[in-house]
């Protein structure tokens, strides 16, 4: 079975500040991992992915993600943000595979908040 | 637009009083999900359909149906509401089962049952 941990479950962080939102994992298999942001009043939408290769995973908007195996993590990081990143994010895993229902497990949100 | 649609948004009901959630795909999307989201809790899978006419339960199906007869629509069906069951409601779907396919989510459903 798979999890995934959001420790932080409220991140304030000022205008233009970095930000690092942690996830770690726990999965007997290989895992694909992903970030998804919700933002207020709004869907979830695929923030970046990490599937295979170079462990460093970028978004179009700045922000990108780290796979670390040893330490099964894949904290998301943003070297300076802005308020439109004011969101809900949240890190999932899935079994590494392309066959049935491998399902995305969720972490548990981190509100970002951007303070001006 | 390619879009997941879900009605209504906002829902307030009754104990006991049979409702249907509707979701809609316009991406000719094979696999359809359903989610809710809870504070603390993050999102948990409902029922998920793999195909039309392919469905199977998720995490947390009880007091739950799905049906798949069209490849666009997923709706959800709560026959006999309960309190426990407010919470926020999200369809999702993707291009096929595989989970490195990005799955798109629809806008949410605020269910409260009183």
């Known amino acids: 079975a798979q999890s995934v941990t959001q420790l932080d479950s409220q991140v304030p962080v000022f205008e233009e500040a970095p930000v690092e939102l942690r996830c770690n994992y726990s999965s007997s298999v290989s895992v694909y991992l992903f970030w998804y942001v919700q933002y207020p009043n709004q869907g979830l939408q695929l923030l970046l992915k990490?599937?295979?290769?170079?462990?460093l995973v970028e978004s179009i908007n700045g922000f990108e993600a780290e796979f670390n195996k040893s330490q099964t993590s894949f904290h998301l990081r943003k070297p300076s943000v802005h308020i439109s990143d004011t969101a809900e994010y949240f890190c999932a895993v899935s079994g590494g595979t392309n066959f049935g229902n491998e399902k995305l497990t969720f972490g548990t949100g981190t509100r970002l908040t951007i303070i001006p | 637009e390619a879009q997941v649609t879900q009605n209504p948004r906002y829902l307030i009901t009754v104990t006991g009083k049979k409702l249907t959630v509707t979701c809609s795909q316009n991406m000719n999307h094979e696999y359809m999900s359903w989610y809710r989201q809870d504070p603390g809790l993050g999102l948990r899978q409902i029922y998920y359909s793999m195909n039309v006419e392919v469905t199977d339960k998720g995490d947390v199906p009880e007091g739950y149906k799905v049906s798949r007869k069209e490849k666009r629509n997923f709706p959800l069906i709560l026959e006999s509401p309960s309190p426990n069951q407010t919470s926020l409601y999200f369809c999702a779907s993707s291009l096929t089962a595989g989970s490195s396919y990005e799955q798109y989510f629809g806008p949410g459903t605020r269910l409260t049952v009183t």
């Open positions: 990490y599937l295979s290769g170079s462990t």
